[in-house]
């Protein structure tokens, strides 16, 4: 028998956010806490980072980046000193992202864009959106920050602030939002349970419909080119290998539950390998090849809906944040 | 952590500006101490609350659901605040919605159907409108937003009664009636709540009605449908006013399955609320049904009992209801 490869933390509070910065893992608490994690280390470091709940964590070159209820933005080294970077006074401040190449974090507040500087100060982007922004990304191939909205996505150049932002318009309320490695696609998550995509050459869009929940998670294979996300009874895969996209295509389904009841909270792909990492309502997280739809057990259901999952950035290390607030860490190597 | 627990209830308190509203809130949160609130407000700061509280502000944002249908729509900042709410361990027992008087109710309700995760997460108890005795009459007259928040209401406090007459109180019960004829109608006084007959009604009951349960609909008030009479005759048929259907006859389940969704398909933009408890052919229990619009909800629950009279009863709240169409399709379901 080799040892066992999974090791549980009981952290007793919501994870509001799980992410990996090299060998240290983040999970975001809802009682102001982040707690720092690595494999080998018996116990977590609890950091007290604020006295409101923390809403979301991001990886930074230097440590996490983390933005609480009442809106502040606190920076944590992996070794847990902990600092106040920004009070943006938004309210259940959500989403965040990281711009590496002006060393800025970028948040949502609202129907702006807030700015903060690594000095600590801030600025608005002039835009105003149409109603509360959704989502974030920021292009993998230029100074542009993508923000979904009520009726479509607009993209906002960072470098000209003045430049009017493109509107990608779609009827609707966009949510989530993420773009394809190559920069060449952008992907919402809708609340009529659907992705919608945009061919950023032409405008170019597409809907895609029929899934029994709501998309909160995305997740890129790889090969840089296949999409998956939760919200199914399994892991649709979305190809965009070609120039048409998904377009005309039926997904492939990775590790469909079979169950109407039991669908995917929580998905992530390896970041070298052809696995994904399959987290269910119903707290069961399999292991799957995604080349033959071969599954092995990471987690037996536990009734506790499996919330994030995180991949070291070396793809030796895994980490499930389930509903009770229990975060599992797994190595790779001793299960394969 | 919100799988395990129970689903938090929400009291939206709708009523216009200078009905009362904040002062009945501030009398729930001072007096019900033992209860934790999660408080949402729409249009300003409530002045004198407990610090200790959550509470949050939001700006109303009506989403149209991208489904075709035209009167469904939800509140985006509703689905993203209560998702939020979700992420705190210090965890509250309950809701309190305060709306702007001139809010729809509609996409409010409509909200705690569509969303899949604030149907996890939280049910509507109830929707408390607050009225001003005095001035009800003429905003009745007036805008339509009054209309529809005693459309949708389950409580109605009619408030100030000290400052009205008698006849004044019977009046504004009786416009109250001929739309919402299921309300539970209370009084109000300087913060205090009494029922018709005058008996204090404890402030805590006001926030655990349990009027969005099926079981509910069913169980706790007997004299709900029962009640329930038709609108008064002076109205125009373009204003809101309800329809009582009964039936002895058991109901063909397809039959009535495809009238209801027909009807709520090509008329759910006028009706605003239904609600029902059906005798199903050859069913043991009875089905409830209710109704937000075009979003409805309907399962079997208890047994039918054998002293129990097997009869089917069915409220609409609505615009321009046709009233002699629907009870000829309802009694249709029958055959």
Not at chain 1, 56 to 78: C, Q, Y
Not at chain 1, 209 to 232: A, H, V
Request: charged residues 20%; proline residues 5%; negative net charge.
């Amino acid at each position: 028998m080799t040892t066992n490869p999974h090791t549980p933390h009981a952290l007793n509070t919501p994870i509001n956010g799980l992410v990996w910065n090299a060998d240290t893992l983040a999970a975001a608490g809802g009682e102001g806490t982040l707690h720092l994690l690595r494999p080998n280390l018996t116990k977590p470091l609890a950091v007290q980072v604020s006295d409101a709940p923390l809403m979301t964590v991001i990886a930074t070159p230097e440590g996490f980046a983390t933005a609480d209820e009442s809106g502040r933005i606190h920076l944590t080294t992996v070794q847990g000193e902990t600092t106040l970077l920004a009070d943006t006074k938004y309210m259940f401040l959500e989403n965040i992202v990281y711009f590496a190449k002006k060393k800025q974090i970028i948040a949502a507040t609202g129907k702006s864009v807030t700015i903060i500087n690594a000095d600590g100060s801030t600025s608005q982007l002039p835009h105003k959106l149409p109603s509360t922004i959704g989502g974030m990304a920021i292009s993998p191939i230029g100074p542009r920050l993508a923000v979904s909205h009520y009726g479509g996505a607009s993209i906002l150049a960072l470098d000209n602030t003045k430049n009017p932002p493109r509107l990608l318009p779609w009827k609707g309320s966009h949510l989530g939002l993420t773009y394809s490695p190559d920069g060449k696609w952008l992907i919402s998550s809708m609340q009529e349970q659907a992705i919608h995509l945009w061919r950023l050459s032409d405008g170019m869009d597409l809907q895609m419909r029929g899934y029994p929940s709501k998309i909160t998670q995305f997740s890129w294979m790889s090969d840089n080119t296949t999409l998956g996300t939760n919200g199914g009874g399994g892991v649709p895969l979305w190809s965009f290998a070609t120039e048409k996209g998904p377009a005309g295509t039926q997904a492939r389904v990775l590790a469909d539950s079979g169950v109407q009841e039991t669908l995917v909270t929580s998905l992530a792909m390896h970041p070298k390998g052809p696995f994904c990492a399959i987290g269910y309502t119903d707290g069961l997280t399999l292991l799957t090849q995604t080349v033959e739809d071969r599954a092995i057990l990471l987690h037996e259901p536990n009734a506790q809906p499996v919330q994030h999952i995180a991949w070291s950035a070396n793809g030796m290390h895994l980490a499930l944040a389930h509903a009770n607030g229990t975060v599992t860490l797994t190595d790779f190597a001793a299960l394969v | 952590m919100s799988s395990t627990k129970r689903p938090i209830p929400v009291t939206v308190l709708t009523g216009f500006l200078g009905s009362g509203k904040t002062t009945l809130l501030n009398r729930i949160l001072s007096e019900n101490s033992d209860t934790k609130y999660a408080v949402i407000i729409n249009e300003y700061g409530l002045e004198g609350i407990d610090d200790k509280l959550i509470t949050a502000q939001v700006d109303e944002e009506v989403f149209e659901m991208n489904n075709g249908c035209i009167c469904c729509t939800v509140r985006g900042d509703l689905i993203r605040i209560l998702a939020a709410l979700m992420k705190r361990r210090d965890k509250f027992d309950a809701i309190l919605l305060e709306t702007t008087g001139l809010a729809d109710p509609a996409p409010v309700a409509q909200t705690f159907f569509a969303d899949p995760d604030v149907k996890t997460n939280t049910e509507l108890d109830s929707i408390l409108t607050m009225v001003d005795a005095a001035h009800i009459l003429g905003q009745l007259k007036d805008s339509p937003e009054a209309t529809d928040q005693i459309a949708f209401a389950d409580t109605i406090i009619i408030n100030k009664i000290d400052a009205v007459l008698k006849a004044d109180i019977e009046a504004a019960e009786a416009a109250i009636r001929a739309i919402n004829p299921f309300a539970t109608l209370l009084h109000g006084t300087r913060g205090q709540v009494t029922d018709a007959s005058g008996q204090a009604f404890s402030l805590s009951s006001l926030l655990t009605r349990h009027a969005f349960s099926l079981e509910h609909v069913l169980g706790v008030d007997p004299e709900f449908l029962a009640n329930a009479a038709e609108g008064h005759h002076h109205h125009h048929d373009a204003d809101v006013s309800s329809i009582s259907l009964k039936s002895d006859k058991p109901l063909d389940g397809t039959k009535f399955d495809d009238w209801m969704s027909t009807l709520l398909a090509t008329h759910g933009q006028n009706i605003l609320r239904t609600k029902g408890i059906l005798n199903i052919e050859n069913e043991p229990k009875k089905f409830v049904f209710q109704a937000v619009h075009m979003m409805s909800d309907g399962e079997f629950t208890s047994d039918w009992q054998p002293d129990e009279k097997r009869a089917s009863t069915l409220v609409l709240i609505g615009r321009g209801l046709n009233k002699a169409q629907l009870k000829e399709q309802f009694l249709a379901c029958a055959q």
